[in-house]
Nanobody
Framework: QVQLVESGGGLVQAGGSLRLSCAAS????????TGWFRQAPGKEREFVAV????????GYADSVKGRFTISRDNAKNTVYLQMNSLKPEDTAVYYC????????????????WGQGTQVTVSS
């Protein structure tokens, strides 16, 4: 089993940037596609971005396309989420997760999750 730890969250003003990290340990990280999800208070967890095992294929939710960039460094067992032009509606707990099912975007297709990191965007 792989263990995931997110970091990099915080409080930022609208229009600002943050970079989240997802560090993995345990099974070989290159075995997995990795996704970022977020959950705002009172809302369901939603897909944000996904990257395949070698970083050559990515996908984004429409709400973040053009503002967020997902990348990975397999030598460091880490996946990143660069978030630019942040909006108050991006406020949520952000989670990374891994799957062996390919470029999927549903939460139930993911096998392991981190504990989450809070991102708060003030207006």
């Amino acid at each position: 089993q792989v263990q995931l730890v997110e970091s990099g969250g915080g409080l930022v003003q609208a229009g600002g940037s943050l970079r989240l990290s997802c560090a993995a340990s345990g099974r070989p990280f290159t075995s997995y596609t990795t996704g970022w999800f977020r959950q705002a208070p009172g809302k369901e967890r939603e897909f944000v971005a996904v990257i395949n095992w070698n970083g050559r294929s990515t996908g984004y939710a429409d709400s973040v396309k053009g503002r967020f960039t997902i990348s990975r460094d397999n030598a460091k067992n880490t996946v990143y989420l660069q978030m630019n032009s942040l909006k108050p509606e991006d406020t949520a707990v952000y989670y990374c997760a891994v799957t062996s099912r390919g470029m999927v975007t549903n939460t139930y297709d993911y096998d392991a999750w981190g504990q989450g990191t809070q991102v708060t965007v003030s207006s």
